[in-house]
Structure formats: structure tokens, C-alpha cells
């Protein structure tokens, strides 16, 4: 089965790398130093140190696992500049209640609300994907269809 790809963008793909590097040279050792001192105790039947040393060891290997298939699935998304909203695109909207904001359209594996970045696959995002500036996109929300403007398309 073909693997899904992972839309990042270099700031993105150079985070998920770091954390990788972070994870295997940093939580590695620190873990199995968990675990030596867990031994150390002696009988492991019953030490609850060395059994929950051996769950984070086991989560954070799933987690490297998980982190290196994004990034081996992943494709860089270039900022450039555009007519039509796309992957990668900074964009300036005004909001149903008049109030303006700029996001960035992001893959859903970087999207981060509070950093202004929004999924292409949110309703907001895929929304204004391949739309232009000027243009009034209709969103489907649970308070029922409100109406965004695109202002500007930013880069």
C-alpha cells in the first residue's frame, strides 16, 4: 500500500529532523540510564521503575518510528507567489464579524492554530484552496456557513 505523503514545509521537515535527532541522541541514553539504574535495584518481577523505564522506552521508539516515516514521506512545499491560495500560501482574511487575520496554509501534520498555520484540510483551508484575492468563500462551520474574504494572498 502506498504510504500517504506528508506535506511540510522546510521549516516544518527541518523540525521533524531535529526532533528525531533530539529523540535518539538525547531520550535515548537518558532512558537507558533510566533502565540501568531500574536493574541496578535487583528484582525485576517486581520493580515498577524498571517496567515504566520499559514503557517510555517502547513509546519513544514508536515515536522515532513514526517521525522518520514523515519524513521519508515527506514533500517540501514552496512558498511561492501565486494568484490562487495554495499549499504554502500566507493569507490575509477578514473573518463574518469583520475582523482580520493572516494564516499560512499548511500541511495538516504542521497545522498549529496558535501559530496561525491551518491545515489545507480544515474547513477554513481546503476552503480557500484555489481561491484568489478578492474573492468571498463560503465555510462550513457547526454555527452553519459563514462567509470569509480573501484579502490578500501574502508571501
Given at each position: ?126 476552503a480557500l484552496i484555489g481561491q484568489s484575492a478578492g474573492s468571498t ?10 462567509q470569509y474574504t480573501i484579502l490578500e494572498i501574502v508571501k
Open positions: 500500500m502506498a504510504e500517504k505523503k506528508v506535506m511540510l514545509t522546510q521549516e516544518g521537515y527541518d523540525k521533524l529532523v531535529e526532533k528525531v535527532n533530539y529523540l535518539k541522541s538525547v531520550r535515548r541514553i537518558e532512558i537507558a540510564n533510566r533502565l540501568k539504574a531500574a536493574i541496578a535495584l535487583g528484582d525485576l518481577s517486581e520493580n515498577s521503575e524498571y517496567v515504566d523505564a520499559k514503557n517510555e522506552q517502547a513509546f519513544l521508539e514508536g515515536e522515532i518510528v513514526d517521525l522518520e516515516k514523515q519524513i521519508r514521506n515527506s514533500v517540501i512545499i514552496h512558498e511561492e507567489k501565486s494568484d490562487t491560495v495554495a499549499l504554502g500560501s500566507t493569507v490575509k482574511i477578514r473573518f463574518p464579524d469583520g475582523a482580520e487575520d493572516t494564516y499560512m496554509i499548511v500541511g495538516s501534520t504542521e497545522a498549529d492554530p496558535d501559530e496561525k498555520r491551518i491545515s489545507d484540510e480544515s474547513p477554513l483551508g481546503s468563500v463560503p465555510v462550513h462551520a457547526p454555527a452553519g456557513i459563514l
